[in-house]
């Protein structure tokens, strides 16, 4: 099956421990992206990828790293998570920058 | 940035009614998408979209990319169409793309 996923599905943690989110694609995308969900505002682009080793911020870089070392995979790493990191996340992918296709998204909470 | 602008934020509707959902933004696109999210928080393509017009079912989309707006035509409206309506869109630089705030839709029965 065709599908998008991210994990984990849920995670509390605390601040300033770092920790990755995982994002794996199996429909051989060029382009992957990060958003995320906060009430009221929308999904914001945190970090995409065009290519293996090609990635670029989006709208809400500060705290995150990213890397592109496969196809498949975008991890999103929080390398000192804060309390206003604590947000809705998904992960997406696209063959060529085109219809975009969602992961399940990671609920992350930061106390 | 690109500007996306949704409207209405909030739509209440009868299970059976037709309804127009509209996104602008500011700039020239060469990408456009609608997005349902349900009530799951699950985020589904409805259409890509940079111009012209598409129909799937009871769904249909119109995107006018020189007059920078597009529509989202929901007939017949059931209760499993509420969620959220979002549309994005992006520049010259496919990946980049830019969400409105969306569409809140509740569909009664």
């Known amino acids: 099956e065709a599908q998008v996923t991210q994990n984990p599905r849920y995670l509390i943690t605390v601040t300033g421990k770092k920790l990755t989110v995982t994002c794996s694609q199996n429909?051989?995308?060029?382009?992957m992206s990060w958003y995320r969900q906060d009430p009221g505002l929308g999904l914001r682009q945190i970090y995409y990828s065009m290519n293996v080793e090609v990635t670029d911020k989006g709208d809400v870089p500060e705290g995150y790293k990213v890397s592109r070392k496969e196809k498949r995979n975008f991890p999103l790493i929080l390398e000192s998570p804060s309390p206003n990191q604590t947000s809705l996340y998904f992960c997406?992918?696209?063959?060529?920058?085109?219809?975009?296709?969602f992961g399940p998204g990671t609920r992350l909470t930061v106390l | 940035g690109i500007q996306v602008e949704q409207s209405p934020p909030d739509l209440i509707l009868q299970e059976g009614a037709n309804s127009t959902l509209r996104c602008n933004f500011s700039?020239?696109?060469?990408?456009l998408q609608w997005f349902h999210q349900n009530p799951w928080g699950q985020l589904i393509n409805l259409f890509y979209i940079p111009s012209g017009t598409k129909q799937n079912g009871r769904l249909s989309a119109t995107t006018v990319a020189t007059e920078r707006y597009s529509l989202l035509y929901i007939s017949s409206s059931q209760t499993t169409d509420s969620g959220v309506y979002f549309c994005?869109?992006?520049?010259?630089?496919?990946?980049?793309?830019?969400f409105g705030r969306g569409t809140q839709l509740t569909v009664w029965p």
């Open positions: 994005a869109v992006a520049g010259s630089t496919l990946g980049r793309l830019y």
């Open positions: 429909m051989n995308h060029e382009y």
């Open positions: 997406a992918s696209s063959l060529a920058g085109d219809t975009q296709y």
């Open positions: 700039d020239s696109v060469n990408n």
